[in-house]
């Protein structure tokens, strides 16, 4: 393999795939990028056996050098590699012998590094996408960040720890849970098949990554538990939890005895104003109550004091008696991930789930957060 590249379009290629790279697995040449050298182009793979993912570097799309001498593939260190094209000044010239030793000339500067057999690397998974669609990028984010942060963070049951996609009637239905608060968001797509699957939440907290900057349209296939993501240039492949998710639709109440219209972000700061005093206590609590026609947000320290701050109901209806304490950071997460300038919030007595909605009739998530015990 032999061949020339922009330094900086190198660079910024190999970044991009060494995430998914983790230097601690069991086997050495996981700890590797495998560069292809094809006459199209460049291709760059990286994985930690949970997460591929894969970047073209298209030869006639690329505006630097490009050239490709001879065809070829190499496995080389993602961390020295990655560190040593990061920090070369001028466009890379790559070259690996029969020993897979990968020499790297840039300017009068020369590197060798010892590679791995590329043979030895995994293949990617073979997905023939007659399961897939498209979603907006924009989409897609908003629909994984209004749900990824309820996941469960330990891996007592493997299943809460990622997202639950469920498609049915053209609709997509994202759910996650850990068992005290569950978030849920509905979008169209174009799907004829029902059926569903549950993505790790690592895989989605570094799709958005992957996607910060794009606005355009991913392709999403699924098969032989893994899911593919398509951006453009970028694949990310994933592994699928594999497990039966619970029915999360019975949790969800369908009375309320009390139901309030709240400005969102007055309700944000001062649910972060309770939370400074909320330390205490081990689920944060705040206590959320009605007095004198408003909200009353609260929340104490027996060693630093208390806060008590009333706000507007910008409208209500049902009964004013109510008194909930709730994890305050679980609140806030759920809040912060709502972009309506009002939202709805639905109670059912003291020890019933707390349900937040958009009041906005196109938006369609929902959140539930689980009261906690403050005595």
Not at 46 to 55: A, F, L, P, V
Not at 160 to 171: A, I, K, R, W, Y
Request: hydrophobic share 35%; net charge neutral.
């Amino acid at each position: 393999m032999k061949f020339s590249v922009d330094q900086k379009v190198f660079s910024k290629a190999l970044s991009e795939v060494g995430r998914a790279v983790s230097q601690k697995s069991l086997l050495p040449i996981l700890s590797g990028i495998k560069v292809i050298a094809e006459n199209e182009g460049i291709t760059l793979i990286g994985t930690n056996s949970d997460i591929i993912i894969t970047r073209f570097i298209s030869r006639e799309k690329t505006s630097g050098v490009m050239i490709i001498d001879q065809t070829g593939s190499a496995v080389v260190s993602a961390r020295y590699f990655t560190e040593l094209i990061r920090k070369l000044p001028e466009d890379v010239h790559i070259e690996v012998d029969d020993k897979h030793v990968v020499k790297v000339r840039s300017g009068d500067i020369f590197t060798k590094l010892n590679g791995f057999l590329a043979d030895e690397y995994p293949r990617l998974p073979e997905i023939n996408r007659t399961y897939s669609f498209t979603m907006g990028a924009n989409e897609l984010k908003e629909t994984i960040k209004q749900t990824v942060f309820a996941t469960a963070k330990n891996e007592t049951r493997p299943v809460l720890t990622g997202v639950h996609f469920m498609f049915s009637n053209n609709e997509l239905t994202a759910v996650a849970t850990n068992s005290q608060r569950l978030a849920s968001v509905i979008n169209e797509v174009q799907v004829k098949e029902e059926t569903s699957f549950i993505v790790p939440s690592s895989s989605l907290n570094e799709l958005i990554k992957q996607i910060s900057d794009y606005s355009g349209i991913v392709k999403i296939s699924w098969a032989d538990g893994y899911i593919l993501f398509e951006i453009n240039q970028v694949s990310l492949y994933s592994r699928l939890i594999s497990g039966q998710y619970p029915n999360t639709s019975k949790l969800i109440p369908n009375e309320q005895k009390t139901i309030l219209r709240l400005n969102k972000d007055h309700l944000v700061k001062g649910i972060d104003r309770a939370c400074l005093f909320a330390g205490e206590w081990k689920n944060n609590n705040i206590t959320l109550s009605i007095k004198d026609h408003k909200l009353c947000i609260s929340s104490g320290s027996s060693e630093m004091g208390n806060i008590q701050e009333l706000q507007e109901i910008n409208d209500f209806s049902g009964d004013n008696d109510l008194k909930v304490s709730i994890d305050g950071h679980f609140l806030k997460e759920a809040l912060h991930t709502i972009k309506d300038e009002e939202i709805n919030m639905k109670f059912n007595g003291s020890m019933r789930p707390i349900v937040i909605e958009s009041t906005h009739q196109k938006s369609r998530y929902l959140h539930l957060i689980s009261p906690v015990r403050s005595f």
